[in-house]
């Protein structure tokens, strides 16, 4: 990507008329966009915009190096906490001063959302509230005990201590600017030409996710689909000819929710679609049907991940969108889109609640009045992991540091081994490695189950607990690197592709995945992704040598 003149536009693809701006945007290497450069937003809803000349805002912002210094605090608080055998006071006051640092610089982030467009950031930061802020405040700040089970100071001092250094350090990792092959990589992706072409893929895309339904269920398909859209995990959701034989699978059969999941990918698109390009009407409704579509079938299933999925790249969508319009208006903070989100971020939250609450239970039992909304509901990764805590390495050694150095030496080499292996099926290698015996026991202590044989249950230990359950402090940190700089490598390839479509949607789909991440980095959830975009890349691709006036979509930065 080549620098643009002050004075330079982008020709307008053929799926838009007009555009809005962008930051200009210097990605570390000596490219970028310079103020000229434009997004193209529904045609010319937002088209007055004009390009902003050099030295006027919005200028991209670079976020201050001297960041990662608000958080030597709580890690240095915590740290004496645990060495003093666990200080409540001190511990307390050390989460406090982490969660005060994570609020101040989401705020930041928030505020400069116009000029840097930092999904990274907001990863980092509004991750570590979600996840493990709110754990802590809801259940152990001030001497509370989570609901039937208690630990020492010393235990909630240790994992305070763990959760402070990995943001720390995971704050360090958000600066790290190396990987431009790895971000050129992700923007190969082909484009669509046209609005039309937009349409047909996610109405091929729509066939190909709901044909599960017409192929392998023993009831009409509208019954069985009914029923996946309600009955979550109470047992009376489509009768399926085909299924798991337990957390390891061994069956063919189940690939078939690989399927499904290109249908998934489909819906977000169709939501990019209605957000994005199309100012039809009739269009708009029929993009945002095939996203309700997939969404009340993920509110059905039970599983938060599949909401999250469906839910956190639209709600981005509309963010960005709302943000570049008040870019394109000089404004410098957008009360509105701020004020919408809100409502919008309360509603999921709603729909998360409805599902922890009544996910095992049967629809006529469902009680919505007990839905509380502050309660944790899946989100209590720092809970998680207290257990673990207090048996490594007293009582249990580090799971993986089994030679001298090892703690060093293998989490990023095991992960590379991880991520390359996780997608061969067990039907083909029926001895693929699952948990290590720690983690098969420690499954059987929380839930009941070693989660290798279909009960009880698999736990995670969130990434952070993971990581030092694994391999110790060293693990921790070289954890914590690597993800926050895969944060800061979806924010700048955010940044390069200049919202594409196609390449846009992949990126928000590994922002989602990043933030469920906090739960373990384990390539399990990138699936939905990876398959998804493959069935997309794929279709384009085979249309383009089928239709040959379907060409690729104009150079965006006008190459």
Not at 268 to 281: C, E, F, K
Not at 322 to 346: F, I, K, P, T
Request: aromatic fraction near 14%.
């Amino acid at each position: 990507m080549t620098n643009f003149t002050a004075s330079r536009s982008v020709p307008a693809p053929a799926y838009g008329g007009g555009y809005d701006v962008v930051p200009p945007y210097d990605d570390g290497y000596g490219n970028g966009h310079d103020a000229g450069s434009t997004i193209a937003i529904n045609g010319d809803d937002y088209g007055q915009s004009a390009p902003i000349q050099p030295g006027a805002e919005p200028l991209y912002v670079p976020r201050s190096a001297y960041a990662p210094l608000l958080f030597i605090g709580p890690v240095a608080l915590c740290g004496a906490s645990w060495a003093a055998n666990g200080v409540p006071f001190i511990t307390d006051l050390g989460f406090l001063f982490l969660t005060i640092a994570c609020l101040w610089c989401l705020g930041s982030e928030l505020v400069r959302f116009p000029q840097r467009f930092g999904i990274g950031a907001l990863i980092v930061y509004g991750g570590t509230l979600v996840w493990w802020c709110h754990d802590y405040f809801a259940n152990w700040f001030g001497g509370n005990t989570r609901a039937g089970t208690s630990f020492p100071p010393v235990v909630i001092a240790e994992a305070a201590f763990i959760t402070s250094l990995f943001v720390f350090v995971m704050t360090i990792g958000l600066q790290i600017r190396i990987g431009k092959p790895v971000e050129k990589l992700i923007l190969a992706v082909p484009e669509a030409s046209s609005s039309g072409f937009f349409f047909a893929l996610i109405v091929v895309m729509f066939l190909i996710g709901v044909s599960p339904y017409f192929l392998f269920v023993n009831e009409p398909f509208y019954t069985a689909v009914y029923k996946d859209m309600f009955a979550m995990r109470s047992g009376e959701g489509a009768a399926w000819t085909v299924g798991r034989t337990g957390f390891l699978n061994f069956s063919w059969g189940a690939y078939i929710a690989h399927i499904l999941q290109i249908g998934w990918l489909g819906a977000i698109l169709a939501a990019y679609y209605a957000v994005m390009i199309t100012r039809n009407p009739m269009a708009k409704t029929i993009a945002w049907g095939v996203w309700l579509f997939w969404f009340m079938l993920a509110v059905g299933s039970g599983t938060r991940g599949n909401v999250i999925y469906l839910a956190m790249p639209v709600i981005a969508l509309m963010f960005i969108k709302s943000e570049a319009r008040a870019a394109g208006q000089l404004r410098r903070v957008n009360l509105r889109g701020y004020a919408l989100m809100a409502v919008v971020l309360l509603g999921l939250l709603a729909i998360v609640q409805y599902q922890g609450t009544f996910r095992d239970t049967r629809t006529y039992k469902r009680d919505v009045s007990q839905i509380d909304l502050l309660k944790n509901q899946g989100n209590h990764m720092f809970s998680e992991a207290l257990l673990a805590y207090s048996l490594v390495p007293e009582v249990v050694p580090h799971a993986r540091d089994t030679f001298p150095g090892a703690g060093v030496v293998r989490p990023i080499p095991d992960l590379l081994v991880r991520f390359g292996t996780g997608w061969i099926p067990r039907t083909i290698w029926r001895d693929k490695p699952a948990f290590d015996d720690f983690g098969a026991a420690y499954n059987k202590m929380i839930s009941g189950g070693t989660g290798l044989k279909g009960h009880g249950a698999t736990i995670c230990l969130s990434i952070a607990g993971g990581s030092y359950v694994t391999y110790g402090i060293p693990g921790v940190i070289e954890m914590a690197l690597l993800f926050g700089w895969l944060c800061g490598l979806v924010e700048r390839a955010f940044l390069r592709a200049n919202l594409r479509p196609v390449a846009t949607l992949f990126l928000l789909g590994l922002m989602t995945y990043l933030f469920r991440c906090y739960r373990d980095l384990t390539p399990h959830d990138l699936y939905p992704l990876l398959i998804g975009m493959a069935a997309m890349c794929g279709i384009v691709l085979l249309a383009r040598q089928v239709f040959p006036q379907v060409g690729p979509s104009p150079d965006p930065y006008g190459n």
